[in-house]
């Protein structure tokens, strides 16, 4: 029994660090030479744009994180990832920023047909 439980501790972790590096966007070392996370751009329904650096992440934070679907124009620039929920944590839906240029995501709700559109300036 104690084996299975440090490789549930083991792939928890692994799990957590991931996830700390796909929700924060990157990280980089400090100054004292260790790792920091940085954290995700979060845009509310309100902002139509936003300026980040290549490996950041953008986050929209919507209502009904499920109800949304995504599209990019041009699609090459982030990889999309979309809203919902997954071992009972809701999750916004995001973007991460693959490469520099302009880019335009659009958010479209499922539910209620609303439409956002955001301009993101990745460089």
């Known amino acids: 029994m104690r084996g299975s ?5 083991l792939l928890l972790s692994a799990a957590l660090v991931g996830g700390a590096a796909a929700c924060g966007g990157g990280a980089s070392e400090s100054p004292s030479g260790s790792t920091q996370v940085i954290g995700p751009v979060i845009l509310e329904p309100t902002q139509a744009s936003a300026e980040v650096t290549v490996g ?14 995504m599209a990019a124009d041009p699609a090459d620039l982030v990889e999309l990832t979309p809203g919902g929920e ?19 995501i659009t958010l479209t709700n499922g539910t209620s047909g609303e439409v956002l559109t955001f301009t993101i300036t990745i460089k």
């Not at 439980?5 to 501790?9: A, G, I, Y």
């Not at 950041?56 to 679907?69: C, H, I, L, M, S």
Request: hydrophobic share 45%; proline share 5%; no cysteine.
């Open 56 to 69: 950041r992440t953008v986050v929209f934070n919507v209502e009904d994180p499920g109800a949304w679907t």
């Open 86 to 104: 997954l071992d009972g944590a809701t999750f916004n839906p995001g973007a991460a920023a693959l490469a520099a240029g302009s880019v335009t």
């Open 5 to 9: 439980t440090s490789l549930q501790l």
